[in-house]
């Protein structure tokens, strides 16, 4: 017991170390939201005199970080597609990978403004218009978005085993399609499934991007929660996929519904014209009619706990 504890106070002392470093390199880019839940932030753009593109790296350091997990992290930014997202996060877990048991924050930090200059330097003028009106439309709505708290984006690590299930043959769960809802050229369509394990999930997850057209979605948000009986917890995240603070409402809008043992997720294909506070709207009111729709509730103000078994579904599944 003595060796545990002195194993954590090491851990604990070693993070500090590199925080105070951060913090004073970084200066005002590098920011605490929870000191005591050691969540933090940083502001990264791919040149600091002259920035076009900028991201928001938001981390949380688990007690036993650096020497055995990597930090959890998430990427804010408005620009950052499917693809991209999935091609920079592999690039951040292979640094990882390649350095483990080591601090690792600085490395991800300059691999992300990397990959931000080489984004901006490929990107011609017509997507660079469409980059500066998605960031000037996050800024315009800055001060009405109640952010989530950054905890949810955690997932629950110490009772995440009890939702695995470590069958090498789980199916994949069915996919359903819900109705389009577009609006000053911005569509956005809801997808749902069934899910039990976060295994599910990130298969749910693969299996969309296989299709190009959900790929390349300007955001594709999602939210799920998951339900065990025997310990009567819930296992839940989200992901905003560059939509700052969408998945925490629509984690939200999951929670005021109790529905359990399902993922929502709620593509958005941006057409060059502002939405404001409505998109937060549109991608609600999409998962709220494919969760309808699925028997998940059975109005839009009332949840259905026993889920969408009995329902009949007019709904098509993905191909």
Request: some cysteine; hydrophobic content about 35%; aromatic content about 8%.
């Amino acid at each position: 017991m003595h060796y545990y504890y002195n194993t954590i106070l090491h851990y604990f002392l070693h993070q500090i170390e590199e925080v105070e470093a951060l913090s004073s390199i970084y200066g005002d880019e590098w920011c605490v939201i929870d000191e005591a839940a050691r969540i933090f932030c940083i502001k990264i753009t791919d040149d600091i005199d002259n920035p076009k593109l900028k991201a928001c790296l938001q981390i949380i350091l688990p007690h036993d970080y650096p020497s055995a997990a990597p930090p959890v992290y998430q990427i804010n930014a408005a620009w950052l597609r499917g693809p991209d997202r999935m091609t920079l996060s592999n690039s951040l877990e292979e640094l990882y990978v390649e350095n483990t048991g080591e601090s690792i924050l600085y490395l991800w930090v300059e691999k992300i403004r990397e990959f931000l200059l080489e984004k901006s330097q490929s990107t011609d003028t017509v997507e660079q218009t469409e980059v500066r009106n998605m960031a000037t439309e996050e800024e315009e709505v800055a001060d009405d978005v109640e952010m989530p708290d950054c905890r949810t984006l955690k997932l629950n690590t110490e009772n995440a085993h009890l939702f695995e299930n470590h069958s090498s043959d789980e199916e994949l769960p069915p996919i359903k399609l819900g109705e389009t809802i577009t609006e000053r050229r911005s569509t956005f369509q809801p997808h749902l499934a069934p899910v039990v394990t976060p295994r599910q999930v990130r298969m749910v997850l693969d299996k969309l991007y296989e299709n190009k057209k959900i790929a390349s979605a300007t955001h594709n948000i999602y939210a799920y929660r998951i339900y065990c009986e025997e310990k009567q917890s819930f296992l839940q995240d989200c992901e905003d996929d560059g939509e700052t603070a969408a998945g925490g409402r629509l984690l939200h809008l999951l929670q005021i519904l109790d529905v359990r043992n399902v993922l929502v997720v709620v593509s958005r294909w941006y057409g060059g014209i502002l939405l404001g506070p409505d998109r937060f709207k549109h991608i609600n009111n999409s998962a709220r009619n494919i969760l309808v729709q699925e028997g998940y509730t059975s109005s839009a103000d009332e949840a259905s706990k026993a889920g969408g078994k009995n329902k009949k579904s007019k709904s098509k599944k993905t191909k």
